[in-house]
Every structure is written in structure tokens, then in C-alpha cells.
């Protein structure tokens, strides 16, 4: 297996076109055309995580964090980004980040914090808009089912829970082929009218590519007529948090023990008690603050995320409990629900976890 191919899982899972504006995710050292050694799973890709690959025989890192984020104009040595770009390039570890395009999927980053706390009816609590796009295309009526299913197979037509979906009207196609043509009906230079189906089908535009080829593949037509339009519409399950239920309302002391023990936490940063239950829960693995005033509006009792600076615990307005339980604590799992995903990809192959905590911050109790 190459790297290559691990690298095309991954973006079946988070496609790179979902990440943010700001990031830098993708492939960011290496050779996706060498050989895949083994894989070694991090939040961050620090100079003893790219160690621990070494001695563990993995010369793919994968992390959330990408190592290099902002630019970089010097590979001297001098701090701990450079450190590691000059030693995943002199032992041949390919570093691969996987950030804001995973915290943007309901089941991301934030799908898996939601699933540690029991959050039921998980929605995505900020959904991105522009990421729907609409296929109209015509096709002679006995050839419809084949190129539906052929869109469908590529992910064309989902809507919620609902697979296959389309809608098909009936009307009469006209062409005359030109010199050179040799038309699947009817006679080059005369004028065909053919009875066809407008096929109307909304996908995600992540994978326009895959389907258009099938598109092309399966439709008789040597030139195949379609359009594409982009949709206002926010797509459902991407975006950034989450939004969830607890199956039982719990008192504000217990969801946070809850939450100490879950994410095995030291300490929990908090706005203070409003000595009521807390039934909706808002996530946001990560610096989350942005969302705040989100999950005010969806109605949150309360909202886990990390990174709150000391004015923002403020915007809770005493109408939700604002918890910061720490950047590292938020993002621990991502881990996991890496392994998983790679284990069930390549079960036959070495899909390793860091015993490295990459965590920077320390508490002092
Ligand atoms: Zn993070």
C-alpha cells in the first residue's frame, strides 16, 4: 500500500475542500508515491511524535494539528515546527494533517466528543452554506435507470437519511449531429427529436468529479448534456459543532463530573451554575468560542469547548453553562476515531496510537 492510498481514504472520510480558509491541512512533507511502512496517529506531529515513528516503523504521521500552519520562511532548526519539518524530512516520515475538514463532519471530531457524553439527535450546530450543488441532466427514458444509479453510486442524492433522490419529468429532446458525429440515435446532419427524462439531483460539491465521470460513463450520448447549479441551501452534517441531546436531564454538577471523568479531566473552566438541568448540549472540540452565540440561539443549556478567553465567558449571559475543558481534552479522541476509521479501511495493517501526550499545557494543583 502506498501512501497515497491512505491518503485517499482519509479524504473519502474529510475531503480537503471542507477544511477552512485559515488551515492547512493535506499532505505537508513527504512522498505519497512511497510505500506505507506503517501509520502513527497524534493530535500534533512534534519532533518525539516523528521519533516514536521512527523506532515504531511508520513512515506516515498522522495528525490533526497540522505541524505547519501559518507560513514558514526558514528551515533552520530554530523552534519546534522547524524541528520537526527538518527531521520528518531527513528520516522520510510523511506528515499528514487532518484538521478543520474533520471538525466540519457530524461525525468528526466533534461526532466523536458528542458520542462520549451520550448526546442523542446530534446535529451540526453552525452549517456551512454553499456546499450543495444541483445536477440536471437529460437522458433518453431507456437509459435513465442505468445512469440514476450510476450518480447515486457516486454519492449523488442524499438528503438527511434518505438515499437515491431525485426527481424526473418527461419532455422531448432535439439534435441534428454535425460532420464527424455518429449519434447513438438518429442520423448525423437530420434533425432527431428523442423522448427523454430531465434527471434533477442534489449532491454535495465535494464530489462533483466522481460524478460526473459516472455521469459521462453511463449515459448512451456521445455528447452529454447537463448543468450544474450551486444551491443557497446549508448542508445538514457539515459545519462547525454540534448540537445534542442527553437522554436524561442532569443537574449542572453531575453533567460536569460526568464530563471530568469522560474526558479524564484535572480541572474544568466554567461560567457559573444556573442551578438548572441541562438537557441540550452544544460541542465544539477545540477553540470554539466563535460558536457561543450559536448555541445560545439553538437553546443549549450548556457548551463544551476549549479556549475561552476571560471576556467571552462573559457572552454566556447567564443563560447557558460555558465549560472549558481544555484544547488537548477536547481533541483527545480524534485519535481514536482515526484508528477506527483506518483499522476498518486496511484491517490488515499496522494503524498505531502515539503514547506521546502532546498536550503543552500542564496543570499545577
Ligand atoms: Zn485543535
Redesign the pocket.
Known amino acids: 500500500m502506498k501512501i497515497k492510498d491512505v491518503i485517499s481514504a482519509l479524504e473519502s472520510l474529510a475531503p480537503l475542500s471542507l477544511q477552512e480558509s485559515y488551515d492547512n491541512a493535506g499532505l505537508i512533507t513527504g512522498d505519497e508515491n512511497a510505500e506505507c511502512t506503517g501509520i502513527l496517529i497524534s493530535?500534533d506531529a512534534t519532533e518525539n511524535v516523528i521519533a516514536e515513528a521512527i523506532t515504531k516503523k511508520c513512515n506516515l504521521v498522522i495528525s490533526?494539528?497540522p505541524i505547519i500552519f501559518s507560513g514558514l520562511k526558514k528551515i533552520t532548526g530554530k523552534n519546534y515546527v522547524q524541528k520537526a519539518i527538518i527531521q520528518s524530512i531527513k528520516s522520510d516520515v510523511a506528515l499528514y494533517a487532518i484538521h478543520t475538514n474533520l471538525d466540519n463532519l457530524l461525525n468528526g471530531v466533534n461526532g466523536k466528543i458528542a458520542g462520549l457524553i451520550g448526546l442523542k439527535s446530534t446535529v451540526v450546530l453552525a452549517p456551512k452554506e454553499s456546499q450543495l450543488k444541483k445536477l440536471f441532466t437529460f437522458v433518453p427514458v431507456a437509459d435513465a435507470e442505468k445512469v440514476r444509479a450510476a450518480i447515486f453510486d457516486a454519492g449523488g442524492g442524499h438528503i438527511g437519511n434518505y438515499k437515491e433522490c431525485s426527481f424526473n419529468t418527461e419532455g422531448t429532446g432535439t439534435f441534428k449531429g454535425g460532420a464527424g458525429t455518429n449519434p447513438y440515435v438518429g442520423k448525423p446532419g437530420e434533425l432527431h427529436r428523442e423522448k427523454e427524462l430531465r434527471i434533477e439531483v442534489i449532491f454535495p460539491a465535494w464530489l462533483e468529479g466522481r460524478i460526473i465521470k459516472n455521469l459521462i460513463v453511463a449515459h448512451p450520448y456521445e455528447e452529454v448534456a447537463y448543468d450544474i447549479i450551486r444551491l443557497d441551501n446549508s448542508a445538514g452534517d457539515i459545519g462547525s459543532g454540534i448540537i445534542g441531546e442527553l437522554a436524561e436531564p442532569m443537574a449542572e454538577k453531575d453533567f460536569l463530573q460526568l464530563l471530568k471523568v469522560r474526558f479524564g479531566l484535572q480541572v474544568i473552566r466554567h461560567t457559573k451554575l444556573l442551578n438548572q438541568k441541562i438537557c441540550r448540549v452544544a460541542v465544539c472540540?477545540?477553540?470554539g468560542s466563535f460558536l457561543i452565540s450559536s448555541a445560545l440561539a439553538a437553546g443549549a443549556d450548556a457548551f463544551i469547548t476549549s479556549d475561552i478567553k476571560y471576556h467571552e465567558f462573559f457572552d454566556a449571559n447567564d443563560k447557558m453553562v460555558l465549560a472549558d475543558i481544555g484544547?488537548y481534552e477536547s481533541?483527545q479522541f480524534t485519535i481514536n476515531l482515526l484508528q477506527e476509521f483506518l483499522e476498518q479501511k486496511f484491517p490488515t495493517f499496522a494503524v498505531l496510537k502515539t503514547e506521546e501526550i502532546t498536550n503543552p499545557v500542564n496543570y499545577f494543583l
Open positions: 493530535l490533526h494539528h472540540g477545540g477553540a484544547h481533541e
